[in-house]
C-alpha cells in the first residue's frame, strides 16, 4: 500500500466541535505539548517529523479547537492491516469523545485504504483507554512482557476487525 494522500480534507465538526484533520509540521510544538503531558516517554519531535514527512506508511490526524490543538492520533498501514501508533488528548478535553472520534475517523481511513484489520498497544494499567477501545470493537490479542521501558510494564495488544 502506498500509503494515505495527504490531502484528503476532513472535517467532523458537526459530531465534537472541532475540527479534525491530516498533522503538518506547523502543528509539531502543540502536538509535542500534548505528547508531553500524556506520555511518561513521549516521542520526540524529530520523530514525528520523521512520521509526517518521510513515513508513506503513516497517517496523522490532529482534533483543533480554534487555533488549539486538543488531540492526535497516528496510524502505519501496512498492506492490510493498519497499526495505532499513538492517540493522545490533553487532560483538560479528555471525557468529551475527542479521542473517540479520531479513532473512528483513523478506522474510517484505514478501511477507506484496504484495511481489514487493526491493532495496538495500551499499558495494562490504563483502563479508560482499554475501554474506548472496546467500545470500538477491539478484542484482547495478547500480552507484550514488560513492553514499556519506563517501568516495564506489560502492554495489552488488542486487535479489531475493520
Known amino acids: 500500500m502506498a500509503g494515505v ?11 465534537y466541535n472541532m475540527d479534525i484533520r491530516f498533522m503538518t509540521v506547523d502543528d509539531l510544538n502543540e ?15 524529530d520523530a514525528f517529523l520523521n512520521e509526517i514527512e ?28 493498519a497499526h495505532i501508533t499513538n492517540v493522545a488528548v ?15 475517523k483513523i478506522m474510517a481511513i484505514a478501511i477507506e485504504f484496504g484495511a481489514r484489520v487493526m491493532t ?5 494499567s490504563n483502563t479508560p483507554a482499554q475501554h474506548l477501545y472496546r467500545k470500538l470493537g477491539f478484542k484482547d490479542g495478547g500480552i507484550r512482557k514488560r513492553y514499556y521501558s519506563d517501568n516495564q510494564e506489560d502492554a495489552l495488544v488488542m486487535w479489531v476487525n475493520l
Open 31 to 45: 502536538v509535542m505539548e500534548i505528547e508531553n503531558q500524556s506520555f511518561s516517554i513521549p516521542w520526540s519531535r
Open 120 to 124: 495496538l498497544e495500551v499499558r495494562v
Open 90 to 104: 490533553l487532560p483538560d478535553y479528555r471525557g468529551r469523545g475527542l479521542g473517540e472520534g479520531l479513532m473512528r
Open 5 to 15: 494522500p495527504k490531502k484528503i480534507s476532513i472535517n467532523d465538526k458537526d459530531r
Open 54 to 81: 518521510h513515513n508513506h506508511l503513516s497517517t496523522y490526524l490532529v482534533a483543533e479547537d480554534g487555533e488549539k490543538l486538543a488531540g492526535y492520533c497516528g496510524v502505519w498501514l501496512v498492506v492490510d492491516e
